[in-house]
């Protein structure tokens, strides 16, 4: 089992910078593949930012060029980088984890409000 963790959200001005941070405990060796989703209210869940245990990363467009997403060494704790924040990044934002055995990991989300 996998505990995520999510922490780092809060309100912030449009053109201002958040980061937020996603602590994985538990059985973090088994992870793949972590990632960071949004939620926004009507919306579908949508795919933000993926890392993979051997570094590479892929980013919805987005969010391609604003957001920067990262891992420590350790791999026990992820990073979501936001920059250039628009009041249309307001939502709740998820960490993601997927073992290699293809179980999937959530964490309980942070919100991210963007004032205009």
């Known amino acids: 089992q996998v505990q995520l963790v999510e922490s780092g959200g809060g309100l912030v001005q449009a053109g201002g910078s958040l980061r937020l941070s996603c602590a994985a405990s538990g059985s973090i060796f088994t992870l793949n593949t972590m990632g960071w989703y949004r939620q926004a209210p009507g919306n579908e869940r949508e795919a933000l930012a993926t890392i993979t245990s051997g570094g590479s990363t892929n980013y919805a467009d987005s969010v391609k060029g604003r957001f920067t997403i990262s891992r420590d060494n350790a791999k026990t704790t992820m990073y979501l980088q936001m920059n250039s924040l628009k009041p249309e990044d307001t939502a709740v934002y998820y960490c993601?984890?997927?073992?290699?055995?293809?179980?999937?990991?959530w964490g309980q989300g942070t919100q991210v409000t963007v004032s205009s």
């Open positions: 993601h984890g997927v073992s290699w055995s293809k179980m999937n990991y």
